[in-house]
């Protein structure tokens, strides 16, 4: 947990932090990627912190998803049959 908590710190936050969710496509996975390897870090460090966003992405969508659902079972205007 404290790794992941210094990706959001030191990489995360500072370069996709400021994005909705649903700015964040494959350009700008690039983008960071890129901007991971020209900071002289070796591939494995790297790979961790793109874990740590792929987990903290993977975790958004799920709860955005379970937002939806919860939101149209419980509308008014949901067609009930």
């Known amino acids: 947990m ?7 710190r030191a990489h995360i936050i500072p370069k996709v932090g400021s994005l909705p969710l ?9 983008s ?10 070796s591939r494995k460090p790297v790979e961790n912190v793109l874990l740590t966003l792929s987990s903290l992405l993977k975790t958004a969508r799920a709860w955005a998803m379970r937002a939806v659902t919860s939101v149209s079972q419980t509308s008014p205007c949901h067609a009930r049959g």
């Open 2 to 8: 404290r790794a992941a908590e210094s990706h959001l």
């Open 32 to 41: 960071f990627v890129a901007y991971l390897a020209t900071g002289g870090r």
């Open 22 to 30: 649903t700015a964040i496509r494959t350009k700008e996975v690039q």
